[in-house]
């Protein structure tokens, strides 16, 4: 039996009971948009982030967009953020007429590098925005301390950090905003698109309302230029089965991951993510650095440097196939270098760690009903195509030795 790199059919068949009649009410009561079942998300979600206010929306992009229209960035602006990540993060800050400024990321956990902010601000910074990648929480004590400094807003996305937090304190919760994504393959999944922004800041909460609904804060009187973004009645309905179950995923997640660092640890070739406290583990992720089993390229010089940078990472993740176990590598081309953003004019090798990255990463299944025998599954075929074959090392010494 292949292993997917991710499930719902055991989440779904377990709540299926719940998910039927909640949606089937939504459907029974004709309040589609609007309506009790988001007053009560809201108030639901707002209060697992320990914040005062969330607001549902239609997407994660679309909770960027309207928490950076909220803080009043704009044409001209800049807003700081790194390269590795999901193009959602850039195109938010694109779509707003603002200017995505990258910089590299941390080569030991993957995440923004605070220490090459300050080199890129000028007078157009506005705002920064930190991603929770794969889960793992960005340092949010010296991120708001370099914000501050600079008189920097700082938008949050968490739209893969659902459930972590930083020093115990729910990611989302330190910046102006944070941003939340309910795709199906998030941590709190939505049955289709959804999303949330969460804040302390009354006027900004109402202000990001408004925008999701035309920039109408009375019927048919429009006071801003906003978005059609409401989530929608039974996408909240949904929600507030699966809300409660969270913190339990959330361990199960973590649970898997840590069995994935015992027992890789010793394996050559790959290097394994941290298992910090606060982690939500959206994502496994390790790095594929060397392959002494998989065959050469087939001629140097005909491949092309982007097939040779990640020929162990491709060749591991095709024999992982093979063997029946489907992974996944987000992200194979960094915002900098993706086609949309040429015009910005990042060439090769302006972010080192995160293009080495791109090259290297490969997510390994996880999500919170993977059974154990599947974890097995996964690990004894990483150890079949990693293992330096004892036989092959025993000729290579006795070579040495002759
Ligand atoms: C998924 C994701 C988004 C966008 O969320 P959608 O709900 O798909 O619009 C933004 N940023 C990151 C890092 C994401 O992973």
């Not at 890129?120 to 340092?139: E, M, N, Q, W, Y």
């Not at 330190?174 to 800041?201: E, R, W, Y």
């Not at 006027?203 to 920039?215: F, K, N, S, Y």
């Not at 090769?348 to 293009?355: A, I, L, M, R, Y």
Request: charged share 15%; with cysteine; net charge negative.
């Amino acid at each position: 039996m292949q292993v997917p790199p991710f499930s719902l059919s055991k989440q779904i068949s377990d709540l299926s009971a719940d998910l039927e009649r909640a949606v089937l009410s939504v459907l029974q009561s004709g309040q589609y948009i609007g309506g009790a079942q988001i007053q009560q998300f809201e108030a639901a979600f707002a209060a697992a982030a320990g914040v005062d206010f969330a607001v549902g929306c239609n997407s994660g992009t679309d909770a960027l967009i309207l928490a950076l229209r909220a803080l009043g960035v704009g044409a001209g602006d800049e807003v700081i953020t790194c390269s590795f990540s999901f193009f959602a993060t850039a195109e938010a800050i694109s779509a707003i007429g603002a200017t995505p400024v990258f910089v590299d990321v941390d080569p030991s956990t993957y995440l923004i590098d605070l220490d090459q902010i300050e080199a890129v601000i000028t007078p157009r910074s506005k705002a920064l925005i930190p991603v929770h990648l794969f889960g793992r929480p960005v340092d949010m004590t010296r991120c708001m301390s370099i914000a501050t400094t600079h008189n920097l807003k700082v938008v949050e996305d968490c739209a893969q950090a659902t459930g972590a937090s930083w020093n115990g304190q729910s990611v989302g919760s330190f910046g102006d905003v944070g941003c939340f994504s309910f795709f199906p393959t998030k941590n709190l999944g939505a049955a289709g698109d959804g999303g949330a922004v969460i804040t302390n800041d009354a006027a900004l909460a109402q202000t990001m309302r408004e925008l999701a609904v035309h920039g109408m804060p009375k019927r048919y009187l429009h006071t801003a230029l906003g978005y059609n973004s409401r989530l929608d009645a039974i996408q909240a309905a949904v929600l507030n089965v699966k809300l409660p179950k969270l913190a339990d995923w959330i361990h199960n997640r973590s649970s898997i991951a840590t069995r994935y660092l015992e027992r890789l640890t010793a394996l050559p070739g790959i290097v394994l993510p941290h298992g910090d406290n606060g982690h939500s583990w959206n994502q496994f992720v390790v790095r594929v650095r060397s392959c002494p089993n998989a065959p050469p390229l087939p001629s140097a010089s005909g491949a092309s440097h982007g097939r040779a940078e990640s020929h162990c990472r491709d060749w591991l993740k095709q024999a992982l196939q093979d063997a029946g176990v489907s992974t996944i590598i987000y992200y194979p081309i960094p915002i900098h270098r993706q086609p949309a953003y040429a015009h910005l004019g990042y060439g090769e090798g302006t972010f080192p760690v995160t293009e080495r990255l791109c090259s290297e990463v490969l997510s390994l299944p996880i999500f919170p009903e993977l059974t154990a025998t599947q974890q097995d599954q996964v690990v004894t075929a990483l150890e079949k195509l990693l293992s330096q074959d004892p036989s092959v090392n025993n000729v290579n010494q006795d070579r040495m030795v002759a």
